[in-house]
């Protein structure tokens, strides 16, 4: 059979059963020469290039984009927002309207129990039609408004 060759995993089998303290060797030097390498990179590189203009580019294009994301996000809360107050601002209307109505109801409810009386009715002649009772006579003063337009 013609030589064959190994492969590098067969060979390094190989080696470390025929001599294992040359392979231990061996092990223990290259860790030694990437851990030099290593902190060679750390030590000895400059920093980082500066970004291309491309990358630069894409960076403004992004946060130009969150930007935008941000700004329409509070404006959709700042709407939410006035109209929540706007809401609530009608509502305290609607309550105050509504006290004045039950108000008013309850005015109105008191004048219709004193609607058949005869001193409702005569109170009622007297201020609504002008009218007197036999015997009385009537004036009528311009009201306050009236005589002062008159000047």
């Known amino acids: 059979m013609a030589n064959k060759r190994l492969s590098r995993s067969q060979e390094y089998v190989k080696k470390s059963v025929s001599h294992p303290s040359k392979a231990q060797a061996e092990r223990e030097e290259r860790k030694q020469k990437r851990e030099l390498e290593l902190a060679k990179?750390?030590?000895c590189e400059s920093?980082?290039?500066a970004p291309s203009?491309?990358?630069?580019?894409k960076n403004v294009r992004r946060r130009i984009m969150y930007l935008l994301i941000l700004a329409a996000l509070l404006l959709a809360l700042s709407i939410q927002a006035f109209h929540i107050y706007s809401l609530v601002k009608e509502r305290e209307e609607l309550a105050l309207n509504r006290y004045a109505?039950?108000?008013?109801k309850a005015r109105l409810e008191e004048e219709l129990k004193n609607v058949n009386s005869t001193e409702y009715v005569e109170q009622q002649a007297r201020e609504q039609l002008k009218l007197i009772m036999p015997g009385e006579t009537l004036y009528i003063f311009p009201k306050k408004e009236e005589a002062n337009d008159g000047n």
């Open 41 to 43: 990179r750390r030590y």
């Open 47 to 49: 920093p980082e290039p």
């Open 53 to 57: 203009i491309r990358r630069k580019a």
């Open 101 to 104: 109505l039950e108000k008013e």
